[in-house]
């Protein structure tokens, strides 16, 4: 181990002389004995989150067990029912930054208290990563925003959870289920030819966005979120048009000139376009593309 790095032990006993003070060894043991029931929970967050993506990722218990040095068993009856990610009905599956995404809106839910996974969860986890992330943020919605916006639509909200009820994943509600159905359905639609369509961030947020009476379409009115502009943001990814070349992009090239390869907007909608070997690309897209990246490489 490099000794110029702090090890983990050495930070913990930073942050306890830092959260005590100039108070005595009381004190100090008093910080001592917080941060490690703050370091044993993370712990066991932090091996969850990992047996999670294991399990998602097609890894039998055996293998799991192997890892942990138990057996199968034991790893099963003991992360079985608290690693259960949140998936998509049908064939349809979450790729990895829709996954991240899902389990932030489950983190978001219990740190609320609440009963049920609602819509405005899913919103504020679409805000981990991903295209929704980047067209959110564009548009200045923060995670905080959506909160705030939530409880004071629907409440406060409830009394954090205590240290045995931590650990329980809070169901979907009746309205997130279908609105991740929903995503799932775009998805197919989109991909048509392919067994099992990947469900991205960008599905989600169409639908959470065109649903007028859901609970996530209220906290974007409620924050004046220009609904306008998600869908003309998310409407190339969705429905797949970029990959279309029929007849109607024919005459659309032929009446109004070069159009964005990725968009499909013309030039006289979207402005400047700069070109490529047989393509074109209009500065929303190539702002959106430099979101992305930025997000990914942070």
């Known amino acids: 181990?490099?000794?110029?790095?702090?090890?983990?032990?050495?930070?913990?006993?930073?942050?306890?002389?830092?959260a005590a003070g100039s108070a005595g060894p009381l004190a100090?043991?008093?910080?001592?004995v917080t941060m490690a029931a703050e370091a044993a929970g993370a712990g066991e967050r932090l091996l969850d989150h990992f047996v999670a993506q294991a399990r998602h990722a097609d890894l039998s218990w055996t293998?799991?067990?192997?890892?942990l040095?138990?057996?199968?068993?034991?790893?099963?009856?003991?992360?079985?029912e608290r690693t259960q990610p949140l998936i998509l009905p049908g064939a349809a599956q979450p790729n990895s930054r829709l996954q991240a995404c899902l389990d932030r809106a489950r983190e978001l839910a219990q740190s609320d208290g609440a009963a049920e996974i609602g819509t405005h969860h899913l919103l504020a986890?679409?805000?981990?990563?991903?295209v929704a992330a980047a067209i959110l943020e564009r548009l200045g919605v923060t995670t905080e925003?959506?909160?705030?916006?939530?409880h004071r639509l629907f409440g406060p909200p409830g009394a954090p959870p205590d240290s045995e009820a931590r650990?329980?994943?809070?169901?979907?509600?009746?309205?997130?289920?279908c609105a991740v159905d929903a995503a799932a359905h775009h998805a197919a639609t989109a991909s048509p030819d392919s067994p099992c369509p990947q469900v991205r961030t960008e599905h989600l947020l169409f639908v959470l966005a065109l649903d007028a009476g859901g609970r996530a379409r209220r906290v974007l009115g409620d924050l004046g979120t220009d609904i306008a502009a998600i869908k003309r943001e998310l409407e190339c990814y969705v429905t797949g048009k970029p990959r279309r070349r029929g007849s109607r992009w024919k005459r659309r090239a032929t009446t109004t000139g070069r159009a964005c390869s990725f968009c499909g907007r013309s030039e006289k909608i979207a402005g400047r376009l700069v070109a490529g070997p047989g393509v074109h690309i209009c500065g929303g897209c190539?702002?959106?593309?430099?979101?992305i990246l930025r997000r990914e490489a942070a």
């Open 1 to 18: 181990m490099d000794m110029g790095v702090p090890s983990l032990f050495d930070d913990l006993v930073t942050r306890v002389i830092d």
């Open 28 to 32: 100090r043991l008093d910080a001592a």
């Open 63 to 67: 293998d799991i067990g192997a890892r």
């Open 69 to 80: 040095g138990v057996s199968k068993q034991a790893a099963r009856q003991r992360f079985a």
């Open 125 to 130: 986890g679409l805000l981990a990563e991903g």
């Open 145 to 150: 925003a959506i909160r705030a916006a939530a």
């Open 167 to 177: 650990d329980d994943v809070p169901p979907m509600s009746a309205e997130a289920t």
């Open 286 to 291: 190539v702002a959106l593309a430099t979101d």
